[in-house]
């Protein structure tokens, strides 16, 4: 996946962002934190995006890879090895140790930059259509990088969802590349939920493609209703 490596000057596990938001049962603020995810914690991270990510996430939801065998393994094994960079972050809520949300980042690097290819139908349609996207944006010249910081899936437990978790977690990638050594942070946000707060914390369009144009290149997502998937990006000085 990457000849990238965590500076070892880099603290690990380290908190990257606290911040006050809704309690989950009632209005009051109480404080979060978005951290690295530690070890230990692997496996209930692989556990949460295999129930919410792949159940939610429009075009994983739309070509089934919630229910398709081959997909929950790969995706298990991706994560894996995401994890095992040590850049994927976890959110949780003070004095609680439930996971809030995830955002699985990796690091992709030029040198050893490689197409996967997976046993999974569904999954290899999302992949061949990221990737499609990819080679449009020609990151690597464009910014003149030899590794960014990308992400295997941004998601946030439903109870919750809406009191501006997501917003934090892309947030953290700012103060990450910072100390990490990472100028640019690239992502396939698939619908204005992710759009949204992706936006909000200073990325930007890279391709924009309809999901009716996906159709047409061949990459069928049926039963998706909102109109855009975005490549987005963000520079980080
Ligand atoms: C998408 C997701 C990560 C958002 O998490 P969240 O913590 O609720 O997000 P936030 O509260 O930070 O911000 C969401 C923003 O998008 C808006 N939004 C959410 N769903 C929307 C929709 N379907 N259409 C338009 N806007 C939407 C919200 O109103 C909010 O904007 P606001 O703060 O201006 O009101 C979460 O719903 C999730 O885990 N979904 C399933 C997995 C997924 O789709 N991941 C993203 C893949 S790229």
């Known amino acids: 996946m990457s000849s990238w490596q965590r500076p070892t000057s880099v603290e690990y596990p380290r908190v990257w962002i ?19 995810l530690p070890g230990d914690r692997v496996e209930d991270a692989i556990a949460h ?6 159940r939610d996430e429009p075009m994983c939801s739309s070509v089934g890879l919630y229910r398709d065998p081959d ?4 995706f298990a094994e991706m994560w894996r090895t995401v994890a095992a960079q040590k850049v994927a972050v976890v959110c949780f809520r003070a004095g609680s140790d439930e996971i809030v949300g995830l955002n699985m980042l990796t690091v992709v690097s030029q040198a050893n930059a ?6 999974s139908v569904g999954m290899q349609t999302m992949y061949d259509a ?3 996207m990819l080679k449009q944006a020609n990151l690597f010249e464009k910014y003149a990088v030899e590794d960014y910081l990308s992400a295997w899936g941004l998601s946030v437990s439903p109870r919750f969802r ?9 947030r953290a990638r700012i103060p990450i590349c910072r100390a990490v050594g990472l100028r640019v942070t690239v992502t396939l946000f698939s619908h204005p939920g992710s759009q949204i707060p992706a936006a909000k914390v200073g990325f930007f369009d890279e391709i924009v493609a309809s999901f009716k144009q ?11 209703t909102h109109e855009l998937c975005k490549l987005m990006t963000m520079v980080v000085e």
Do not use: H, N
């Not at 809406?162 to 892309?170: K, N, Q, S, Y």
């Not at 996906?214 to 998706?224: N, R, S, T, W």
């Open 18 to 36: 606290t911040f006050r938001a809704r309690d989950v049962d009632s209005d009051e603020l109480v404080e979060y934190r978005v951290q690295d």
């Open 49 to 54: 995006m295999k129930t919410f990510f792949l």
């Open 71 to 74: 997909a929950l393994d790969e």
């Open 114 to 119: 490689k197409e996967y290819k997976f046993k």
């Open 130 to 132: 990221y990737v499609g």
């Open 162 to 170: 809406g009191r501006g978790i997501a917003t934090e977690l892309l």
């Open 214 to 224: 996906l159709a047409e290149d061949g990459y069928l997502f049926p039963g998706v």
